[in-house]
């Protein structure tokens, strides 16, 4: 996996702790594989691509 090991990980998610706080990460990996999702999607050719925004107040 790109020559990351356990601990460059463990770097990098104490990294992303200190930038984005513990409270943002969830939202955060929600994202991120929704994104990955998508790509795979797109790749496959599918036309449709999830896209749910949020609901406005």
Do not use: C, T, Y
């Not at 770097?11 to 594989?33: D, N, Q, R, W, Y």
Request: charged share 20%; net charge neutral.
């Amino acid at each position: 996996m790109f020559g990351f090991g356990v601990p460059e990980l463990l770097i990098i998610g104490a990294i992303l702790m200190l930038i984005f706080g513990v409270g943002k990460l969830p939202e955060l990996g929600s994202s991120f594989g929704k994104a990955i999702s998508n790509f795979r999607k797109a790749a496959d050719g599918r036309d449709q691509i999830e896209i749910n925004p949020k609901a406005e107040s």
